[in-house]
C-alpha cells in the first residue's frame, strides 16, 4: 500500500527521473537523501507512536519540527527568519507562502511557530511513514486538477481548520516556482479565510531555489554556494467587508500577493541587520512567539 505513491515521491527528488547523472552525482543523491530517508522513517514513527499519547497530538508536533531541523542540519543548510511578531498568537489564520523549492518544506517546518497544518497533495497521504503522519496529524490533503468538486472539498476542509482554531499554511502559487520569482496565485486559502473570518499571514522564503530549483536532484546549489535561506513574516492581511465574496475574495488574495512581493523586495534590497549576521538559531519546540504543497 502506497508503494506507488511512494515511489513517485521520491522520484521528485530527482534520481528515478534523470537519466543523465553521472556516478559523482548519484552518490551526492544517495549522501543527502538517504540520511533524509532515514529520518523520515525515525520521526514518523515517533509520531505515530507517541503522537495518539499526547494532547492535541502534540509529539507529532514535536517529530514534525526534529524531522525539519535535522534534515536542514544535514544538508548544511542554516534559516535565518524574521518577523515572528507578527505571528498571531492563538487562533486559526493562514500562512500564505511562496514556494521556490522542496526544500521549503523543511525550512517552513523548521522556522514557523505554531501546531500549523499543511495544505499537502492527497498523494503524500499514502506515502509510508510521512503520510501516516500528516493524517494522524491532521493534515489537510489536497487533490490537484481534479475538478471543481474536489477544490470545494479542499476549501471547506480549509475553512474547518480555521474554524477550529489552527494555522493552516498554504502554497497559493500551487507548484513550485521554475525561476525564483512569484507566480500568480489561487484562490482556495483566501476564500476558506474569507468565509472562516481569518487573516493572512503572509511568508516568504528566499534561497532555497538556488539551493535547489524545480528539477535539480538534490541540494547542491546550483547557482550559489550559500547554504543560508531566509524567511521572513509580514503583518497579517485582513480581507475588506462587502457582500460580495469574489470580490473581496481576489482582493484579499491581491492585497497579500502585493505584500509578498515587498517582502521579497526589502530581504533581498537590503544588508543583513546584526541578528542575520550572526545568525539566527531555528526556533526550537516549545519556544513561545510573539503574535500548509
Not at 500549523?116 to 510521512?130: E, I
Amino acid at each position: 500500500m502506497g508503494l506507488r505513491e511512494t515511489v513517485a515521491w521520491i522520484g521528485q527528488w530527482g534520481i528515478f527521473t534523470r537519466r543523465d547523472m553521472g556516478a559523482r552525482q548519484a552518490l551526492r543523491w544517495l549522501g543527502q537523501w538517504g540520511p533524509f530517508g532515514a529520518r523520515t522513517v525515525a520521526y514518523g514513527a515517533c509520531s505515530l507512536a507517541l503522537g495518539p499519547l499526547t494532547p492535541d497530538r502534540r509529539a507529532s508536533l514535536w517529530a514534525m519540527r526534529r524531522w525539519s531541523e535535522s534534515s536542514l542540519r544535514g544538508l548544511g543548510i542554516r534559516v535565518e527568519p524574521s518577523g515572528l511578531e507578527h505571528v498571531p498568537p492563538h487562533g486559526g489564520f493562514v500562512y500564505a507562502a511562496n514556494h521556490q523549492s522542496q526544500l521549503d518544506i523543511l525550512v517552513l517546518g523548521a522556522a514557523l511557530p505554531g501546531d500549523f497544518k499543511w495544505a499537502a497533495k492527497r498523494q503524500l497521504m499514502h506515502v509510508p511513514f510521512l503520510g501516516w503522519h500528516l493524517r494522524l496529524a491532521g493534515h489537510v490533503p489536497v487533490d490537484r486538477q481534479s475538478g471543481p468538486a474536489a477544490a470545494a472539498r479542499t476549501t471547506a476542509a480549509f475553512e474547518r481548520t480555521l474554524r477550529h482554531g489552527k494555522p493552516l499554511l498554504v502554497f497559493p502559487e500551487g507548484t513550485r516556482s521554475t525561476d525564483g520569482e512569484l507566480r500568480p496565485f489561487k484562490n482556495g486559502g483566501f476564500l476558506a479565510a474569507v468565509r472562516a473570518g481569518a487573516p493572512i499571514v503572509p511568508v516568504v522564503v528566499d534561497g532555497t531555489f538556488d539551493l535547489m530549483p524545480k528539477g535539480a536532484v538534490d541540494a547542491a546549489g546550483g547557482r550559489s554556494t550559500a547554504r543560508v535561506v531566509c524567511v521572513r513574516v509580514g503583518p497579517t492581511v485582513r480581507a475588506s467587508t462587502g457582500p460580495d465574496e469574489r470580490a473581496r475574495v481576489e482582493e484579499l488574495r491581491d492585497r497579500t500577493r502585493g505584500a509578498m512581493l515587498d517582502l521579497l523586495r526589502d530581504l533581498r534590497g537590503r544588508p543583513s541587520a546584526p541578528e542575520r549576521r550572526r545568525g539566527v538559531p531555528v526556533r526550537p519546540f516549545g519556544a513561545s512567539a510573539s503574535e500548509g504543497e
